[in-house]
């Protein structure tokens, strides 16, 4: 047996690696569906990200906006990364640096009445679009993926506690 074939082959992939590329595989194909729906508007999926996030807080009553720090932990964004997105939507008109309340250092950033109503005009046909991507299940698979789905990633999110591994 030749000692090159056996050390080339690459392990066999049970069911944690299939579902984590799977996993991968549809968030990238759900971006490059959803890319078109945002671009119509003049906005990235981190934008609107950012100013989906805004909105509704405001609308739950946080009218004073968020913190940039509260921005990236709740959209999952480093901070440099936050400042840039925001930085634009700024300088576009649609968010706006605010004081905030009870602390003369801090910052919070909240919609402008131009962002607001921009919002309101994507969510026009938002729901459409992503009842367009998850279409491919029936109501019934959806329940039970949406079940599945919450119970991976409460099980993600502790593994944020846990210190990383050493690699091997």
């Given at each position: 047996?030749?000692?090159?074939?056996?050390?080339?082959?690459?392990?066999?992939?049970?069911?944690?690696?299939?579902?984590?590329?799977?996993?991968?595989?549809?968030?990238?194909?759900?971006?490059?569906?959803?890319?078109?729906?945002?671009?119509?508007?003049?906005?990235?999926?981190?934008?609107?990200?950012?100013?989906?996030?805004?909105?509704?807080?405001?609308?739950?009553?946080?009218?004073e906006g968020l913190r940039m720090v509260e921005i990236g932990q709740r959209i999952l964004v480093q901070p440099p990364s936050?400042?840039?997105?925001?930085?634009?939507?700024?300088?576009?008109?649609?968010?706006?640096?605010?004081?905030?309340?009870?602390?003369?250092?801090?910052?919070?950033?909240?919609?402008?009445?131009?962002?607001?109503?921009?919002?309101?005009?994507?969510?026009?046909?938002?729901?459409?679009?992503?009842?367009?991507?998850?279409?491919?299940?029936?109501?019934?698979?959806?329940?039970?993926?949406?079940?599945?789905?919450?119970?991976?990633?409460?099980?993600?999110?502790?593994?944020?506690?846990?210190?990383?591994?050493?690699?091997?």
């Amino acid at each position: 047996m030749n000692v090159l074939s056996v050390s080339n082959r690459q392990p066999q992939r049970g069911p944690p690696e299939l579902a984590y590329g799977g996993i991968l595989r549809a968030f990238g194909a759900i971006q490059r569906v959803m890319r078109p729906y945002f671009l119509q508007y003049g906005l990235t999926q981190s934008q609107w990200a950012i100013l989906r996030l805004l909105y509704r807080v405001e609308h739950n009553g946080r009218p004073e906006g968020l913190r940039m720090v509260e921005i990236g932990q709740r959209i999952l964004v480093q901070p440099p990364s936050v400042t840039t997105l925001v930085r634009r939507l700024t300088k576009a008109g649609l968010t706006v640096h605010a004081p905030a309340p009870n602390d003369r250092r801090g910052v919070h950033l909240r919609l402008t009445a131009r962002g607001n109503a921009l919002v309101e005009r994507v969510l026009l046909g938002h729901r459409r679009q992503i009842r367009k991507v998850a279409g491919g299940l029936g109501a019934r698979d959806l329940r039970r993926f949406c079940d599945l789905l919450e119970r991976f990633n409460d099980h993600v999110t502790s593994l944020l506690a846990q210190p990383p591994e050493p690699g091997h």
